[in-house]
C-alpha cells in the first residue's frame, strides 16, 4: 500500500520558518523524484521543488528560490521542505508528489507511475 504521510503545515508570521516532511512507503523509494507542488485558493497547484532520485538535482520554482530548500533522506524514505524568510503569498495547501524516474545500470532512463500525498496547510500571517 503506497502511502504519501505530509507532517510540518501550520500558521507563521512574515519572516518566519517552517519544516515539511513527507514519509514515502510501499515502493522503492530512491527510484521517484520528489517534488513538494502547493495550490492557493482560487490558482492552479503549481510546482514548488523538486529533487531527482538520487538527491544530485534539484529545481525550484522562481518565487521561492533563495528561500525554500528540498532534500531527501533515502535512509529513512523522507523528502523534506525548509522553508524560510515565509511570505503571506506562501500561503497555500502543500502537497508532496512521487514521480517513478531513475537510471539502471545500463543506463536506461525509466519513467513511470506516480502517486501524491495528502496536503497540508501553511499559512503566511501576522
Known amino acids: 500500500q503506497v502511502q504519501l504521510v505530509v507532517s510540518g503545515g501550520g500558521l507563521v508570521q512574515p519572516g518566519g520558518s517552517l519544516s515539511l516532511s513527507c514519509l514515502a512507503s510501499?515502493?522503492?523509494?530512491?527510484?521517484?523524484?520528489m517534488t513538494w507542488y502547493r495550490q492557493a485558493p482560487g490558482k492552479e497547484r503549481g510546482m514548488v521543488a523538486t529533487?531527482?532520485?538520487?538527491?544530485?538535482?534539484?529545481n525550484y520554482a522562481d518565487s521561492v528560490k533563495g528561500r525554500f530548500t528540498i532534500s531527501r533522506d533515502n535512509t529513512k524514505n523522507t523528502v523534506y521542505l525548509q522553508m524560510n524568510s515565509l511570505k503571506p503569498e506562501d500561503t497555500a495547501v502543500y502537497y508532496c508528489?512521487?514521480?517513478?524516474?531513475?537510471?539502471?545500470?545500463?543506463?536506461?532512463?525509466?519513467?513511470?507511475?506516480?502517486?501524491w500525498g495528502q496536503g497540508t496547510q501553511v499559512t503566511v500571517s501576522s
Open positions: 510501499g515502493f522503492t523509494f530512491n527510484n521517484y523524484a
Open positions: 508528489h512521487a514521480r517513478e524516474s531513475y537510471f539502471t545500470s545500463s543506463g536506461q532512463y525509466i519513467r513511470g507511475r506516480d502517486y
Open positions: 529533487i531527482g532520485n538520487t538527491g544530485g538535482t534539484t
